[in-house]
């Protein structure tokens, strides 16, 4: 599988969570032995992740905040979302 579904409803596992390291400035995703760190358009994707809307409502979502193109949208943040899952870091309820 190569993107996300859009009635997919990504997780932040247990154990894994968005955190501002004030250090650095910046956003990371922390997970066990890992730390992944975020650009602001990975952190614009995982700040949309509540648990309980679609990959569908993320991206419309994403899209009229922005002013992007839906397919668009859906396209970029599918491959970074399926990235982490590969990698474990990021669920589909």
């Known amino acids: 599988m190569s993107a996300?579904?859009?009635?997919?409803v990504p997780v932040i596992p247990r154990?894994?969570?968005?955190?501002h390291d004030?250090?650095?400035d910046q956003w990371v995703l922390l997970a066990p032995e890992r730390a992944?760190?975020?650009?602001?358009?990975g952190h614009a994707i995982l700040a949309e992740i509540d648990g309980?809307?679609?990959?569908g409502a993320i991206t419309e979502s994403?899209?009229?905040k922005y002013d992007a193109p839906v397919d668009q949208i859906a396209a970029d943040a599918g491959g970074f979302l399926r990235?982490?899952?590969d990698r474990?870091?990021?669920e589909v309820a």
Do not use: K
């Not at 154990?15 to 955190?19: E, F, K, T």
């Not at 309980?52 to 990959?55: G, K, N, T, V």
């Open 62 to 64: 994403l899209a009229a």
């Open 52 to 55: 309980s809307r679609s990959f």
């Open 4 to 8: 996300v579904a859009p009635e997919e």
């Open 22 to 24: 004030r250090v650095r």
């Open 83 to 85: 990235s982490l899952m």
């Open 88 to 90: 474990r870091i990021l």
């Open 15 to 19: 154990g894994v969570r968005l955190h």
């Open 36 to 41: 992944v760190a975020l650009d602001p358009v």
